[in-house]
Nanobody
Framework: QVQLVESGGGLVQAGGSLRLSCAAS????????MGWFRQAPGKEREFVAA????????YYADSVKGRFTISRDNAKNTVYLQMNSLIPEDTAVYYCASQPLRATMTASTYDYWGQGTQVTVSS
């Protein structure tokens, strides 16, 4: 069993920044790719960013490229999402998830998910 716990969400004005954290427990964190997804009200869950098991490769949705940065600290069993230049369209519940094989943009390939953290960007 794997537990993923997100934190760091909140309310921020447009143009501001937030850093999300996802703490993992229950299995060897360093062996798995990690991803961030988000879901806005009335919309489907969408890919945001993913990072390989050693942090050597990262991938981003076009909508966040250049504004968001994913990183990980395997010693702390934690993955981060630094979000800069936030816009109202970034408002969503953000989820982290683990991927046992490789970093992908497809939600169905991720096996464990956190409970989500709300990010609200006001205009």
């Amino acid at each position: 069993q794997v537990q993923l716990v997100e934190s760091g969400g909140g309310l921020v004005q447009a143009g501001g920044s937030l850093r999300l954290s996802c703490a993992a427990s229950g299995r060897s964190f360093s062996g798995y790719a990690m991803g961030w997804f988000r879901q806005a009200p009335g919309k489907e869950r969408e890919f945001v960013a993913a990072i390989s098991w050693n942090g050597g490769n990262s991938y981003y949705a076009d909508s966040v490229k250049g504004r968001f940065t994913i990183s990980r600290d395997n010693a702390k069993n934690t993955v981060y999402l630094q979000m800069n230049s936030l816009i109202p369209e970034d408002t969503a519940v953000y989820y982290c998830a683990s991927q046992p094989l490789r970093a992908t943009m497809t939600a169905s390939t991720y096996d464990y998910w956190g409970q989500g953290t709300q990010v609200t960007v006001s205009s």
